[in-house]
Every structure is written in structure tokens, then in C-alpha cells.
């Protein structure tokens, strides 16, 4: 009988969950990693329903994205959006490229078909090739909401429009007539290994672990939860958290972003230069602390990390793909 392929679940949004996840697939056999992804910025642009941090991870793992922005697609236009201000159009705010937008115009024409947004994803990622499995949180909208000192915004109002600059004042996860897709609650069900990846804890992870039941699952499941900290020197590597953190009263470094878990880790990894903060984390009931370099500005480097946090994780990089050490 050959030995099943292990089972990897990467939770992710924005960016540095997309690096995250093409780290993985440089370590994992294929159809081994499966990237549980936020919709809590999901919004509608033009009567399109775009989804960000879904859209930046299918773009990294198929090869598409726009390399310095780390997000939309390399060598995409801008025509539709030039013409849609031209006609006066609101919410021109949002960039959408043109080749991103017929992405956008075909989940808008599946979704009035009645297809889930798994299932759609599905379909946009075989496209595409992308070499791993992509589930979207939810099926039903869940959006995050900011209250700010300028008020309540939409999240992409607030971190597009206004550039994250507003002070945060609570953050309201709209999940109280949401549920966890049925694809994703399977695949943490059946997960070797769930890594949260060094995306935002309150802005990408947050809004999925207030999903109903998303939470209870993840801390009954059998699986080893590793959590890859966002911060380098104490600070975000990119986006706003760290300000977040101290508009909310929650503390700052490691630690605050270990207490935003809580008792779900069995483990964090932490970057070179926050090595002093060891102790501290292990006081505060962190079992494992590992200590490595997590800046993922490159492929080989977002490689590196991915078989730092398997090894943590108890899974045998090696015998998993040889060509990738």
C-alpha cells in the first residue's frame, strides 16, 4: 500500500499569505496543500464581485502576479478603469486591471448562475494552473467592517481609499449569517499540519476564525497549528498592523500577536531579529518558539521558510519532494 501524501492547510490573505503559499508548493508534493483564504475584504466594484486576497494568491501561485506590487497581474491596463471615471463612475478608488477585471466578469456571470464561490474558484484555478487547492472561507459574505475615527467604513474604503490612515477604533466581523465552506471545514478535518501564514492576525485570520464554528474546529482538530508571526523587528513587514495593534490597546510584537491566537498554537515561528522575544512567548504559553529568517522577498528565500515551518510541523521536508531541497 503506497504511504497516503501528508495533508498541509494554509490559512492566508493579502500578500505575505500568498508568498507563504508558493513557499509550500515548492516543498509539497501536488495536491498536498490546500490554502483556506479570507473574503472578509471581499466587495462589489461596477456590479463585479471582486474577492483580493483570493485573487492575490491565484495570481502568485499561477505564475500571473504583478511581482513588485505583490498583487493584480503583471503587464495588466488600466483602459475600462480610465473609462469608467471618464463616465463619472464611483469607486474608481479601487485599481482594476483590465485582464483582472475579465476575472471579475466571469465569477459575476457563475455566481448569477447560481455556482458557489468554491466551486468558482475551482474553475478560475484550474484555469490558470495553479498548483494548489484554493478555498475560499465561506460561501456567504462575511464582510469586515472598520470603525474609524472618520467614522464606519467598508474595508476597502478604509485600507484602499482612505490607505489604511483613519485610526482604528473596533473591527466588526459580519460572519452572524455566514458558515465555513463545506470544502474548507473538510479540509481542515483532514489536515497533517495547519499553518497560519505572516498575513494580518486581525485583518485576514481574524475574520475567518469569527466564522461559526471555524474556530472550534481549529482547536479540536488533530493537526499541529504552526503560525508564521507577520512582524520583523517588532514591526509589519507590510500593511498597517502594527498600528492596528496600538489603536486597539492589544500590545505590540510577538507577543500580542501570539495572545491574538491564543491557545490554538502549538507553535510560532519568529524572525532573526526578534529573537529576544523567545522568553517572553514561552511564558506566555507558546509550547514551541522557532527562530528563523522570514522575509520571503524571493521564491528561494519564501522556499526556505516553507520547509522551517513543515520540519516544526513534523513533517520530513526530504522525503516529501528531494528535487526541492
Known amino acids: 500500500m503506497s504511504k497516503r501524501e501528508p495533508k498541509v492547510v494554509l490559512l492566508a490573505g493579502g500578500v505575505g499569505g500568498a508568498r507563504m503559499a508558493r513557499g509550500l508548493v515548492g516543498c509539497l508534493p501536488a495536491g ?11 466587495e462589489h466594484f461596477h456590479g463585479l464581485t471582486v474577492c483580493p486576497d483570493v485573487d492575490t494568491v491565484t495570481y502568485t ?3 500571473l502576479v504583478h511581482a513588485q506590487q505583490g498583487w493584480g497581474l503583471a503587464g495588466d491596463t488600466a483602459n475600462a478603469l480610465a473609462m469608467l471615471r471618464k463616465l463619472g463612475a464611483s469607486d474608481t478608488w479601487m485599481h482594476l486591471g483590465d485582464a483582472d477585471i475579465g476575472l471579475h466578469l466571469f465569477r459575476a456571470r457563475c455566481l448569477a448562475l447560481g455556482e458557489t464561490l468554491t466551486v468558482i474558484t475551482a474553475r478560475i484555478t484550474n484555469a490558470l494552473n495553479v498548483q494548489a487547492t484554493i478555498l475560499p472561507a ?3 459574505p462575511a464582510p469586515t467592517r472598520v470603525d474609524t475615527e472618520q467614522g464606519s467604513m467598508r474595508f476597502q474604503q478604509w485600507f484602499v481609499q482612505h490607505r489604511a490612515l483613519p485610526s482604528v477604533r473596533a473591527l466588526w466581523y459580519m460572519t452572524e449569517h455566514a458558515q465555513v465552506s463545506p470544502a474548507a471545514a473538510a479540509a481542515l478535518a483532514e489536515a497533517d499540519l495547519v499553518v497560519i501564514a505572516p498575513s494580518n492576525p486581525l485583518l485576514s ?3 475567518m476564525l469569527a466564522l461559526p464554528g471555524f474556530s472550534e474546529v481549529l482547536t479540536t482538530i488533530r493537526a499541529k497549528r504552526i503560525a508564521v508571526s507577520p512582524l520583523i523587528g517588532g514591526k509589519a513587514v507590510k500593511g498597517p498592523l502594527d498600528r492596528i495593534l496600538t489603536d486597539l490597546g492589544i500590545g505590540s510584537g510577538n507577543e500580542a500577536v501570539a495572545r491574538l491566537y491564543g491557545d490554538m498554537l502549538d507553535g510560532i515561528v519568529i524572525d532573526e531579529a526578534d529573537k529576544q522575544d523567545i522568553g517572553r512567548l514561552k511564558a506566555a504559553g507558546v509550547p514551541q518558539v522557532i ?3 522570514t522575509r520571503m522577498d524571493d521564491r528561494q528565500k519564501a522556499t526556505k521558510l516553507a520547509r522551517t515551518v513543515l520540519l516544526a510541523g513534523g513533517l520530513d521536508v526530504e522525503q516529501l519532494v528531494p528535487e526541492a531541497i
Do not use: Q
Open 61 to 63: 501561485l499561477g505564475e
Open 291 to 293: 527562530v528563523t529568517a
Open 138 to 140: 465561506s460561501d456567504d
Open 32 to 42: 498536498s496543500l490546500s490554502v483556506i483564504v479570507n473574503i472578509g475584504d471581499d
Open 205 to 207: 485570520i481574524h475574520p
